[in-house]
């Protein structure tokens, strides 16, 4: 995955003194939560790693935590000490649910990632193969900018994060982002080999990290 690439060619050249918090938002079967555990952990082992990943489907609750006991048994996560990846029950839209996360779990996150629901309702009949339709659940595929707009509204506008990487639909989306974040913040995209606009990712200039060159490498 490419953002783990970045993150360790960024932080292995000078390995991190305080811990950090990386929370993946609408994480369906936590593939990238678990990702960035397994592959960057290791940088980790001092000052301590808290992932977490957070969904509001109870089915994909108990999916990702099928997931993390399948990909890391007791026996394997003894030298796992400083740590740690949890599973949370939360409708990032709900305002409620959000202020009770902040509350649990306080402190800066360095990173939020997301893969919201992106297509539009419009688009979802028109442009998406019936296959998808049928078998995918709606609730993981249709939005419009709402994530978008909970995203500079509530995770950025209250200095929760440091930095992000939202995967989106289109590039209304990322200009949507990409007008709304306060000043001081740095926002770009990232396109696939076909030229498509994939995701929206931004950082914080006035932080200490170096978010520049981490994201330099996950663009390039």
Known sequence: MRLTRAINETLGETRPSDKWRIT?????????PLTIFNETRHLFKGPGLDIAAAD?????????NENYTHNF????????????FE????????????????EKHPGIINILTCNP????????????RSSVRSYEPKLALVADLEFYENLVDVWIKHNLIESFVYELGDAEQAKYVKENVPAGWEVGARYDSDKRIRCVYGYNTASSHNYKKLFERFAS
Do not use: W
Request: glycine fraction near 4%; charged fraction near 35%; aromatic fraction near 6%.
């Open 73 to 84: 048994p007791r026996e394997t996560t003894h030298d796992l000490e400083n740590i740690c």
């Open 87 to 102: 599973v949370e029950k939360m409708d990032i839209l709900d305002e409620r649910q959000v202020q009770e996360y902040i």
């Open 24 to 32: 993946d938002l609408c994480t369906g079967t936590g593939c990238i």
């Open 56 to 64: 509001c489907s109870p089915a994909a609750i108990r999916l990702v």
């Open 117 to 128: 629901p992106y297509i539009r309702k419009e688009d979802f009949i028109k442009d998406v």
